[in-house]
T-cell receptor
Framework: EAQVTQNPRYLITVTGKKLTVTCSQNMNHEYMSWYRQDPGLGLRQIYYSMNVEVTDKGDVPEGYKVSRKEKRNFPLILESPSPNQTSLYFC?????????????FGPGTRLTVL | GEDVEQSLFLSVREGDSSVINCTYTDSSSTYLYWYKQEPGAGLQLLTYIFSNMDMKQDQRLTVLLNKKDKHLSLRIADTQTGDSAIYFCAESYTNAGKSTFGDGTTLTVKP
């Protein structure tokens, strides 16, 4: 089944404790992206990747890191999480960026930073 | 910079038509999208329109694009209770990685 998977689905952590949210897609898509969803703010793009070893900042990259060492995986790293990073995070992928293609979204990761 | 705006809430009766509106500011947008998010789930693409089109119809969905006013709308005919969800308008650009989403419109369909 074609899908985007994220792990963990739920995470409660404390300020300053490094964490990684994994994202994997099995559709051989070139493009992957991370978003955060907050009430009243919609979806905001954190980072995106046009292909392996190519990443770029979205609208809200501060406090986050990403890597794209292989096509299928695009982990989101929070080196020192803070309470303002409490949010619902979505990973997405598409065959190519911005060519009318559909972005396939993962189920979301709900992160709480205490 | 890019900005996409939507009204936050819409309530309709089952069987009526729903019209969800969106305005955007970046005239270089190439593709405009409508996504649907059901409770506890990720977003799912409903439809998209290329910026050189005025209208696109897909079964119960009609998308209208007014480029002059930078206004996009999604009409859902014969709205059903299963259409209750959050609808997001989004824009992107050919060969560019940035995508901008609106805040989402929560559609409530009453029986």
């Amino acid at each position: 089944e074609a899908q985007v998977t994220q792990n963990p689905r739920y995470l409660i952590t404390v300020t300053g404790k490094k964490l990684t949210v994994t994202c994997s897609q099995n559709m051989n898509h070139e493009y992957m992206s991370w978003y955060r969803q907050d009430p009243g703010l919609g979806l905001r793009q954190i980072y995106y990747s046009m292909n392996v070893e190519v990443t770029d900042k979205g609208d809200v990259p501060e406090g986050y890191k990403v890597s794209r060492k292989e096509k299928r995986n695009f982990p989101l790293i929070l080196e020192s999480p803070s309470p303002n990073q409490t949010s619902l995070y979505f990973c997405a992928s598409s065959r190519l960026a911005g060519v009318g293609g559909e972005q396939f979204f993962g189920p979301g990761t709900r992160l709480t930073v205490l | 910079g890019e900005d996409v705006e939507q009204s936050l809430f819409l309530s309709v009766r089952e069987g009526d038509s729903s019209v969800i509106n969106c305005t955007y500011t970046d005239s270089s947008s190439t593709y405009l999208y409508w996504y649907k998010q059901e409770p506890g789930a990720g977003l799912q693409l409903l439809t998209y329109i290329f910026s050189n089109m005025d209208m696109k119809q897909d079964q119960r969905l009609t998308v209208l694009l007014n480029k002059k006013d930078k206004h996009l709308s999604l009409r859902i005919a014969d709205t059903q209770t299963g259409d209750s969800a959050i609808y997001f308008c989004a824009e992107s650009y050919t060969n560019a990685g940035k995508s901008t989403f609106g805040d989402g419109t929560t559609l409530t369909v009453k029986p």
